[in-house]
């Protein structure tokens, strides 16, 4: 078993189609830049190309390029067949290259980096921020309006559109467009975090 299939295992199971997910996502990786074609999915994995890619994107790791509407998460064409592709949100590429290194996911180490990276100035307080939006959220769900309490929580209030903008940048969180009445509610943008972030158990 590598570090990484540990990693996943940790709140995936250690099942095969873990296994062969941990394959895809380094692969991509190493090999594509945080990209993977179906046909390299297929001959990857073989007849566990389509378990895969489902769980790959019911988990946020792993995405459809093709969109519907927007590049909403929710708006992307989820389809199992030559021709498309799939890639992993900024931060889960960082999740994968430190498991595959350590047998663990942290997901505090891989938000300071890619916030890091995208030269965010409070890219130190950025775990902070996204712990709390976790605890907030409902059904992994989180409004604009918890957002933008959040970052005055944290000193950030100032700087609450740009950095939404960040944490969509970042594949911390997607806006969620689909329900009209669900906004309605909330009485703002919604968003929906990527539930990678927020494992509570890791095992070795």
Not at 27 to 46: E, F, Q, T
Not at 103 to 124: L, M, R
Request: proline share 4%; with cysteine; net charge neutral.
């Amino acid at each position: 078993m590598s570090k990484l299939d540990s990693a996943l295992g940790g709140f995936l199971g250690h099942t095969g189609v873990t296994s062969d997910l941990g394959h895809i996502l380094r692969y991509a990786c190493n090999h594509g830049k945080g990209r993977i074609s179906y046909s390299d999915v297929r001959k990857l994995v073989n007849d566990n190309a389509e378990d895969v890619i489902l769980l790959g994107s019911q988990w946020r790791l792993l995405l459809p390029t093709r969109v519907e509407k927007s590049g909403a998460w929710e708006d992307r064409l989820l389809l199992c067949k030559p021709g498309e592709s799939y890639e992993l949100p900024n931060v889960v590429r960082y999740l994968v290259q430190n498991a595959s290194k350590t047998g663990y996911w942290v997901p505090i180490k891989a938000i300071a980096e890619i916030f890091e990276e995208i030269e965010e100035p409070a890219w130190q307080q950025m775990p902070k921020l996204v712990a709390e939006l976790g605890k907030q959220a409902r059904d992994g769900q989180v409004s604009a309006a918890q957002i933008r309490q959040m970052c005055v929580s944290v000193g950030l209030g100032d700087r609450v559109d740009a950095l939404i903008a960040g944490l969509k940048a970042s594949g911390v969180m997607s806006p969620k467009l689909g329900s009209i009445a669900e906004v309605s509610r909330a009485g703002s943008p919604l968003y929906e975090l990527n539930p990678s972030l927020f494992i509570e158990k890791v095992e070795k």
